[in-house]
């Protein structure tokens, strides 16, 4: 069933995210042996890509068992099937390769993983995106025409769009969040605001489990200064920040950050945060070059609407990769009862779009 439909505010076709998660009959979810999780695609699936399946025993014994991938008709991903086996707990990522792919305006996929073993079958399907930036320097001034080339990635949150789309230069790596919501709130000392939350980190970064731990991102909130496209940055975390400094609920004044450009504007009940941030703050963890893999999320703040949107949890993360730790708390967010997910998902620099 096609549930996309066209967007007149930015121009793209928007699609819903769905994950589905079927387990072998008389199986309860409880009793699934492992996870499955298929991750972004970095580069465009017509240009031959590896696409990894994160799987996980959840189970207290070893597993054993075979892994396969069924990708959208007419493609082709080699091989048919692999092996794999996990201790308990343990964690890996399983690589197939796309040997014929095809590229659509929509960017999302529907892959179909599964894996049989422990007398079980566990089967997940996700709508998966390609998550890139294609190499341009747009001007920040809140005018989302510069964006048509860029690789939107679309997710639903209480019935309103979000749609993320990036750009990388040898000086920015740029961003342009469409958010669908009734009404944008500004920045001010008192009360909730709208905002945009970015975490940037190297491929290779974790979060960590406890607040003596060091933050491993660079971390963002864009707001809408209430007059015109005026936008404020603020400087959240940096690398090598104590994690128990992140967990505090924080004043956002005393961290605005200026060597961020950014512009908030609105039409046609969609608000737009275009943003800029200087690679020469992230070069030694991540150097602008094509072909570089990183780590990348945003949460959208949304109070007096959806709330938190958080693009961790329609990348499909399993219920267990929410981490108290993985974001900054700040005074003027609504947070709800239960922490976002990682902010660490995959993301890409490629050189265009085609």
């Not at 960590?208 to 491993?216: H, I, K, M, R, V």
Request: aromatic share 10%; with cysteine.
């Amino acid at each position: 069933m096609d549930t996309s439909r066209p967007d007149p505010a930015c121009g793209i076709r928007c699609l819903a995210w769905s994950v589905v998660v079927l387990i072998s009959p008389g199986s309860g979810l409880a009793s699934e042996p492992v996870a499955l999780r298929t991750e972004s695609f970095t580069v465009s699936p017509a240009t031959q890509p590896l696409v990894f399946v994160a799987i996980k025993n959840l189970r207290d014994a070893p597993y054993r068992g075979t892994v396969a991938m069924k990708a959208p008709k007419g493609w082709r991903v080699v091989p048919a099937a692999r092996q794999v086996t996990l201790a308990p707990g343990e964690v890996k990522r399983v690589p197939f390769t796309v040997e014929r792919g095809l590229t659509t305006e929509a960017n999302a996929y529907p892959i179909e993983v599964s894996a049989v073993g422990a007398g079980a079958t566990v089967v997940r399907q996700q709508n998966v995106v390609c998550a890139s930036a294609p190499y341009f320097k747009p001007t920040i001034d809140g005018d989302a025409g510069e964006w048509k080339d860029a690789i939107p990635v679309t997710f639903m949150t209480g019935g309103k769009r979000t749609v993320i789309s990036t750009y990388w230069n040898r000086w920015q790596f740029c961003l342009l969040v469409a958010v669908e919501e009734a009404k944008l709130v500004g920045y001010g000392r008192d009360g909730a605001f709208d905002a945009l939350q970015v975490a940037v980190s190297p491929q290779e970064a974790k979060t960590g489990t406890s607040s003596d731990d060091a933050a491993a991102r660079h971390e963002f909130l864009f707001v809408w200064s209430g007059s015109g496209t005026g936008a404020k940055c603020f400087r959240l975390a940096e690398p090598g920040m104590k994690l128990s400094e992140a967990a505090k609920s924080r004043r956002v004044a005393p961290l605005e950050f200026d060597q961020a450009k950014a512009a908030v504007s609105r039409a046609g009940g969609v608000t737009y945060y275009e943003c800029a941030i200087p690679f020469r703050l992230m070069r030694r963890q991540i150097r602008p070059s094509e072909g570089r893999e990183f780590r990348l999320s945003i949460l959208v703040h949304d109070p007096d609407g959806t709330g938190i949107r958080d693009w961790g949890k329609a990348a499909g993360l399993w219920p267990w990769q929410r981490n108290p730790l993985a974001w900054c708390r700040w005074q003027g967010a609504k947070w709800g009862q239960t922490p976002p997910f990682d902010s660490k998902l995959e993301w890409g620099l490629c050189a265009s779009k085609y």
